[in-house]
Structures are given as C-alpha cells and as structure tokens.
C-alpha cells in the first residue's frame, strides 16, 4: 500500500508570492491534516479535512487556507507568503476523523521564502 | 501551559543499550491517545508507537515500549537494544477525545544519538 505522498519536495518562493502545496493520502483514508514544522515554533496543527469539509483550524492568519477533493486528495495554499512561512510542511492522514485512528505523514514539502 | 514536555532536548546511548525518552502531558480530558513518531533527518514522520488512556497495559511493538503512569501525567518511550539507525528526532504528541478531531499536539523533541 503506498504511503502519503506529498508534492513538490522542496519549493523556493519570494515574498509577496503564493504557493500550493499537494498531499495524496493513503488510498482508502479519508482524514487529512497539515502541520508546520519550524525550529522555532515546533510542530504546529494548521487544519483537519475530512469527506471535504474542515474539521478543525489551527490559529494561523487566513493566508493559509486549504481544500480537499472528492478523491480525498488535499492542498494547502498560503498566499502573499512571508519569510517566516518558511518550514516543513507536513501532511497526515488516518481512516477516520477521530483521537483514536493514528496518522501517517507523508516525506513533507520543505519551502523556502527568499 | 505546554501540553506535551519533552524536558530532554538531546540523548546520548552508546548501540546495543537501552534508551529513555521523557514525555508527560496535560489534560483534563478522561479519553485521549498518546503517540510517538520519530523523525530522521529526511525530514519524514514516522509513527511508532501509541497507548490509549484506558489501556491497562503498556504498549509495546517490537524494540518500543511505552512506559505509561496515568496518575503521573507520563508516557515516557523506551526503546531497547539502541541501534544506530535510531539517531534522529523523537516526538511525543497527544490527541485529546474532546477535541472530536484528529489533531496532534507536539511536544518539542528529544533529539537521539547512538554511537557505536
């Protein structure tokens, strides 16, 4: 079974730009979240999608906003990026939407503000 | 308050010895889980092991065991045997039932390293 795939790998933006980032989860899940990765902040919960709806946000501004498709598959979009947008970007996903399913992240999307 | 405290930022162990990483937590909840992932330089999360609140036992899969004190607050991981691939970043999180959702907490890491 292939795991979270995640795409691109690595991104280089300037400021003011926007960006999408994609995640595929495992076939067969329905739940995906998206956290940030900083050395400052840690890892930080950004938003919950389950069957295509937001479950749940994390205290980020609305530049970052996010989807999911019919097939499960989600983006991430953060617009008029700035530089401490920069970090990993990782994408989870599990079964069900639920504290007791464990997630699976993908490899992550490592982007990078000039 | 922090939700997950990791008081360890690095951990040294020589290979083949045995290894524990600090975790407590803070709920007020009666029903969460608590995991652990670890995460090599790759940059990829990779889930080892979990414990349910109302597990009696103590997790383990394979060289994992969670050493879990309820009254304690404390999921500390233990892992056995240390070989060299396990030098990377350990993380403990949470997932609280009340939340509804799937969302982690995170505590800030222990990172591990195994010489020979």
């Known amino acids: 079974k292939a795991g979270v795939t995640q795409t691109p790998r690595y991104l280089i933006k300037t400021r003011g730009q926007q960006v999408t980032l994609s995640c595929s989860p495992i076939?067969?899940?329905?739940?995906v979240s998206w956290y940030q990765q900083t050395p400052g902040q840690g890892l930080q919960f950004l938003f919950e999608y389950f069957s295509e709806t937001q479950r749940n946000k994390g205290n980020f501004p609305g530049r970052f906003s996010g989807r999911q498709f019919s097939n499960s598959r989600s983006e991430m979009n953060v617009s008029t990026l700035e530089l401490g947008d920069s970090a990993l970007y990782l994408c989870?996903?599990?079964?069900?939407?639920?504290?007791?399913?464990?997630?699976?992240f993908g490899p992550g999307t490592r982007l990078t503000v000039l | 308050a922090q939700k997950i405290t990791q008081t360890q930022p690095g951990m040294f162990v020589q290979e083949k010895e045995a290894v524990t990483l600090d975790c407590t937590y803070d709920t007020s909840d009666q029903s969460y889980g608590l995991f652990w992932y670890k995460q090599p330089s790759s940059g990829e999360m990779i889930f080892l092991i979990y414990?349910?609140?109302?597990?009696?036992q103590n997790a383990t899969e394979g060289r994992y065991s969670l050493n879990f004190q309820k009254a304690r607050k404390s999921a500390n991981l233990v892992i056995s045997a240390s070989q060299l691939g396990d030098s990377a970043m350990y993380f403990c999180?949470?997932?609280?039932?009340?939340?509804?959702?799937?969302?982690?907490?995170f505590g800030k890491g222990t990172m591990l390293l195994v010489s020979p």
């Open positions: 076939s067969g899940h329905r739940s």
């Open positions: 414990q349910g609140s109302y597990d009696e």
């Open positions: 999180a949470m997932r609280e039932v009340n939340s509804g959702y799937s969302t982690l907490t």
């Open positions: 989870a996903s599990s079964s069900a939407s639920g504290p007791y399913n464990e997630q699976f």
